[in-house]
């Protein structure tokens, strides 16, 4: 996180605290963006402990990293004994699929100038990319460094816990508590979630 970051995050009294507690936090580009949104979706819906065994033995199933010629190439009764339901499988497949088609680059080169707006409806058009998925693609796997995920449950939580001695906040709250942290978002984003793991 660089001086800019931390300067603008710190004008939040509250995110300021957050930046003393848990230190330099990073919002970088992930080394393979594919891997990265397969981690998504093997998480979806799953506990921290649960989503990390399963996304070990789904890449032991593959023998070796995601890529989409291994996991259109996996036997599907073989990702299902890895602790995939069927549905995941399917999705998985799906993104697969999309990042094999030579159309549409969902690399981060092939998104370089689209708008974060623009990459969720891209990812959101790939069956088993909702918006959730597509926004953690955003902070995670393209290193965007404004991304407010609200859909995301932990998030929700957090800001409220943080903010709000744990009593409900609208989404239109939250928004307006993010605004300060404008234009880096996403890195509020990971000290909320690094308080609410805590």
Same mark, same amino acid.
Not at 81 to 92: I, N, R
């Given at each position: 996180m660089n001086e800019r970051v931390a300067a603008t995050l710190r004008e939040d009294p509250t995110m300021a605290r957050l930046i003393d507690r848990h230190g330099p936090l990073a919002v970088e580009p992930a080394?393979?963006?594919? @891997?990265?949104?397969? =981690?998504?979706i093997v998480n979806q819906q799953l506990s921290t402990a649960s989503a @990390?065994?399963?996304? /070990? +033995?789904?890449? #032991? $199933?593959?023998?070796?990293?995601? $890529?989409? #010629? +291994?996991?259109l190439a996996?036997?599907? #009764?073989?990702? +299902? *004994? @890895?602790?995939?339901?069927? $549905?995941?499988? *399917?999705?998985?497949? /799906?993104?697969?699929g999309a990042f094999s088609d030579g159309d549409r680059d969902l690399t981060r080169e092939?998104? @370089? #100038?689209?708008?974060?707006?623009?990459?969720?409806?891209a990812l959101t058009e790939i069956r088993g990319v909702g /918006?959730? =998925?597509a926004r953690m693609y955003c902070i995670f796997a393209l290193g965007r460094e404004d991304v407010l995920p609200l859909g995301d449950l932990a998030v929700r939580k957090g800001i409220e816990q943080v903010y709000n001695d744990g009593a409900e906040l609208t989404r239109a709250e939250m928004r307006e508590i993010g605004e300060a942290w404008r234009p880096y978002r996403s890195y509020? =984003? +990971?000290y909320v979630w690094a308080e609410y793991e805590s």
């Open positions: 080394g393979d963006e594919f @891997a990265r949104l397969c =981690t998504s @990390a065994a399963i996304r /070990e +033995r789904f890449v #032991d $199933t593959l023998g070796g990293d995601p $890529t989409p #010629d +291994r996991v996996a036997d599907e #009764d073989d990702l +299902r *004994e @890895a602790g995939l339901s069927g $549905t995941k499988v *399917e999705y998985l497949r /799906e993104v697969a092939g998104l @370089a #100038d689209a708008s974060d707006e623009t990459v969720v409806a /918006e959730w =998925t509020g =984003t +990971r």
